[in-house]
């Protein structure tokens, strides 16, 4: 037997467990670096099938590392399995969490036959913004000695290389002074007020940023009662740009449209996050082309897609881990339209028997990448010329 066929006989003999993991996952939806129940499950599959696991490791208690073969080119899987706030799985990570355990597990059966091992990385809190779980497991040393790493991520449709930019997230919080709004507004410090200055400020930046350029946030503080003014205001807001390097230019712009609106007011500013933020996607082309290979073979199709091809999509951590070794994160498409990620809609979505779908051909897609990069002279030497 081939090892494409080994890998596939041996994801399919899992296939309906794991997609009971992925609709588990689903229905017991976690936020970010609280994905205990997630993470357990998820190292227990791994453990089952003779991984050996390691679970909170980078002193991060819902990351792990799970790892199985022993040859010389070691390929990291990445899983997320965190969920959005009040809209459940609306980003389908488990469908990214039950693909890459099976690819893990399919890859892993002919791993010493081919010279691979293999590693899931447990990756938290992917949609946090900021000091996100791969930013934080790449400076701890979570993905030392891999040559290379993939994921697969839901989306509406199959997409090779989407276009995901760099974001920084930031808390930006205004004190200022309470008093009677009415009977002595004059003695009050209204941070309220800062913050529309700072949101009229950034709406007038607009104009004047480049096309790729986002910035978007919440108010999660406007205040306590109409009646007095308020003294304590806070937002949340993302600064995106195509690269890393742009977004040291234009994040500065967005902090001084904030610093207007404590300068109007007298209101003191302070700003939090926003240091450790998420790099633009760098994707391999070879792998890209071995993923688009083995997608294909299993009847997957990557339509033109016009704009949406070069249109800024969303950003993820994986970006960082694409700049410090060669990566993919092809989108798998799960047929939601007009649904699109973070929608309730598409939360509906990621348990379909189209999501189902995705989550099996995105495994076995991987799983076959890992073997023809295993298998490949030139690419082995490439990735293994790194170390
Ligand atoms: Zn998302
Ligand atoms: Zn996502």
Redesign the pocket.
Same mark, same amino acid.
């Given at each position: 037997m081939d090892t494409k066929t080994a890998a596939r006989e041996r994801f399919e003999s899992v296939q309906d467990r794991l997609t009971e993991l992925s609709h588990r996952i689903h229905s017991h939806p976690e936020l970010g670096f609280e994905e205990e129940q997630a993470s357990t499950w998820l190292c227990e599959s791994l453990a089952d099938a003779g991984f050996s696991v390691r679970k909170g490791v980078c002193h991060l208690p819902t990351a792990f590392l799970a790892r199985a073969g022993s040859g010389p080119l070691h390929v990291g899987i990445c899983a $997320?399995y965190d969920c959005l706030p009040g809209i459940g799985h609306a980003?389908?990570?488990n469908i990214i969490a039950a693909s890459a355990v099976g690819a893990a597990l399919a890859a892993a059966q002919v791993a010493d036959d081919v010279g691979l091992t293999v590693s899931v990385i447990g990756t938290p809190a992917? $949609?946090v913004g900021n000091a996100s779980g791969k930013i934080l497991l790449l400076e701890r040393g979570a993905f030392e000695g891999i040559h290379a790493a993939m994921m697969v991520?839901p989306a509406p449709f199959d997409m090779l290389r989407a276009k995901i930019i760099a974001a920084s997230m930031f808390e930006v919080h205004y004190t200022g002074k309470e008093s009677h709004a009415s009977a002595f507004p004059e003695l009050g410090v209204n941070a309220a007020d800062a913050l529309t200055v700072a949101q009229t400020a950034l709406g007038l930046l607009r104009q004047h940023i480049r096309s790729a350029d986002r910035i978007h946030g919440i108010v999660t503080n406007g205040g306590a009662a109409p009646n007095v003014v308020p003294a304590h205001t806070s937002a949340r807001y993302i600064v995106r740009s195509e690269t890393l390097e742009q977004l040291t230019d234009l994040r500065p712009r967005v902090y001084r449209c904030f610093e207007a609106g404590a300068l109007a007011t007298g209101s003191k500013m302070e700003i939090t996050g926003g240091d450790k933020p998420y790099a633009e996607m760098r994707h391999d082309e070879a792998m890209a082309r071995l993923y688009r290979r083995n997608s294909e073979s299993l009847g997957r199709t990557f339509p033109n897609l016009g704009e949406w091809e070069t249109r800024p999509t969303g950003s993820?951590d994986m970006g960082n881990v694409s700049l410090a070794m060669p990566s993919i994160h092809p989108m798998i498409g799960i047929h939601s339209l007009p649904a699109v990620?973070h929608q309730p809609e598409f939360t509906a979505h990621c348990v379909t028997s189209h999501a189902d779908e995705a989550l099996a051909d995105g495994a076995l897609a991987m799983a076959w990448t890992c073997i023809d990069m295993a298998t490949d002279q030139t690419m082995r030497d490439r990735l293994m010329a790194r170390s």
């Open positions: $997320e980003c389908g990570h992917e $949609e991520h993820t990620n």
